[in-house]
């Protein structure tokens, strides 16, 4: 963990040399820290935020916040992540710690619990600015990964909110995930403005980790559908329905889920496979929750059966496609193609 993104460092720099004119837009000479004052808009307190991870999700969202009047100190090792918002106004950050050098909120969104470990607490973390106050986990780590993040930020006197989000990037682009949240309820008095331009809030505790789990217990709901309405559309494609038909039928009765609604009729029958969420990222999520399970002694038959699908989808599909495709493993077998591309 101690070893962050020394070769990020470098890139960003780099990239904020090149918008060494971004200043103009907070009608501030210099390089400095971002203004201090708060605004009201729209009944909302407005922040002065870091943003770190201008992914599929964390792109959407930062600009949310833009649009809402916050100021963003942002970051990302991709340059074309980092220019879209500084053409809204966000200003560029050379490391995590310079976001942590400049603001007192920090927020996160990346792809690894692993990644999240590193840029909260390693070498040129979070962990090490001279401003920040309260780092926000917007990623899905797990609980496990979160106390042990929560743990070490607390002895730099650093609070630790677990905000991990569902609903996908478009929900993010329109502001309708649904932000599970737990850590210091003072803390999170102060970020539930700024959290509300994503989507719901819900606190579901104080303790770290526990939105983690919260996040865990819905993603392998959403895994489950996905993979089990799958097997069922190609069933009945095998025995001669017409799979639209059957996405009808099922969405009128109670079979009726996430899968059937969206992802099937969008991106699965046109054969387009563009829900816009990697393979890979699933089954982490997946294994994320079985571990968690595993952990607290609970059954998990059904978790591990998914976990087994999903496992196949990767290995045999690959873990950058869209998640959309783990029904190819299954027609394969099956000897059948669900939906035609238009």
Sequence with gaps: MVHLVNGWCAEMRKASARTAGIDEVT?????GTVPREKLIRDGRRTMEIGFIGLGNMGQPMARRLIEAGHTLVIYDTRNDAVAPLVALGAQVASSPQD????VETVMASLPEPHIVAKVATGEGGVIHGKKVKRFIDLSTTGSGAAVEIAAALAKRNIAQIDSPVSGGVAGAVKGTLAVMVSGPQADIDLVKDALSVFGTVFVVGNKPGMAQTMKLANNI???TALAATSEAIVMGVKAGLDPAIMVDVINAGSGRNTASTGKFPNAILPRSFDAGFATALMLKDVRLCL???KALGVPDEVMSAVAAQWETANREIGGDKDFTTIIQPIERRAGVVVGKAK
């Design 291 to 293: 571990a968690e399970a």
């Design 27 to 31: 009608k501030r000479p210099g390089s």
């Design 221 to 223: 709901l959403s895994a």
């Design 99 to 102: 976001v942590a050098d400049r």
